[in-house]
């Protein structure tokens, strides 16, 4: 079956689809960018490292990781290897919508940047089937609200207080099961996602930062049973 991007031939598979269909998941986001730009600071960044670090990165789990390392005292080594762990996953993710990205190295190179775990579930059509346009259409709404939210933390965190006391800490879990509900349209995927909870819940008490998420990927592999 081709990967290839489809025609739109409704307004959802569109540019502006993806952003529209995006929107929601944008509180959660920008809660989550808040409290980053906020425990940036208090790990010493200053504000325009922080926003620059959202920019060019674009991984709010591993930039948390590392900053919160940081804030504790760790090793910068430390801290690049969680943020390593924890992006591992968009290994398996880039090798699935690579078909769909074409053009030259900059234009692919580009576009990449816009894969997040958002875009990601947003652009999938099914049966590994993904439309290009709806995922830069989410993939820019999402950076343009990391990075301005990680800005509204880092500048403005002191008047904020602590973001924990806002429920902050729990837009992250939130916005990551409402990516997975539409994602569970058959049995095979329930028993991937509860492999998967299973495999990090079990992990999380006595693995490193970034393993637990990383073994948990390996649940995928009861995709492959047919």
């Known amino acids: ?13 569109s540019f502006g689809g993806g952003a529209r269909a995006v929107l929601p998941l944008t509180i959660a986001v920008a809660g989550f960018g808040i409290s980053y730009g906020v425990l940036a600071r208090s790990a010493g960044f200053p504000p325009l490292a922080a926003v620059v670090m959202s920019a060019t990165t674009f991984a709010g789990s591993a ?3 590392s900053a919160s390392i940081l804030e ?5 080594a430390s801290a690049v290897t969680a943020a390593v762990l924890l992006n ?3 290994g398996p993710i880039g090798v699935t919508v690579a078909p769909v990205i074409e053009g030259g190295f900059w234009r692919r190179f580009l576009i990449a940047q816009l894969v997040v775990d958002e875009s990601w579930a947003i652009a999938h059509r099914g049966d590994g089937r993904f439309d290009l346009r709806r995922l830069i ?19 403005g965190g002191e008047f904020l207080g602590d973001p924990n006391v806002l429920g902050l800490d ?4 939130a ?8 994602q569970l349209r058959n049995a095979r995927a329930i028993a991937a996602a509860l492999l998967g909870a299973g495999i990090a819940s079990t992990l999380i008490p006595v ?15 009861v995709g492959l049973r047919r």
Request: aromatic share 10%; with cysteine; charged share 5%.
């Open 1 to 13: 079956m081709s990967s290839r991007p489809l025609e739109p031939k409704d307004p959802g598979l």
């Open 63 to 65: 930039q948390f990781a």
């Open 72 to 76: 504790g005292g760790g090793a910068v």
């Open 88 to 90: 591992a996953r968009y």
């Open 137 to 155: 259409g989410a993939g820019l709404v999402l950076y343009a609200a990391w990075t301005s939210s990680t800005a509204v933390g880092a500048l």
């Open 170 to 173: 729990a837009a992250f879990p």
């Open 175 to 182: 916005l990551f099961l409402a990516l997975l509900w539409p």
């Open 207 to 221: 693995a490193p930062p970034g393993v637990p998420i990383v073994a948990a990927s390996v649940a995928c592999l």
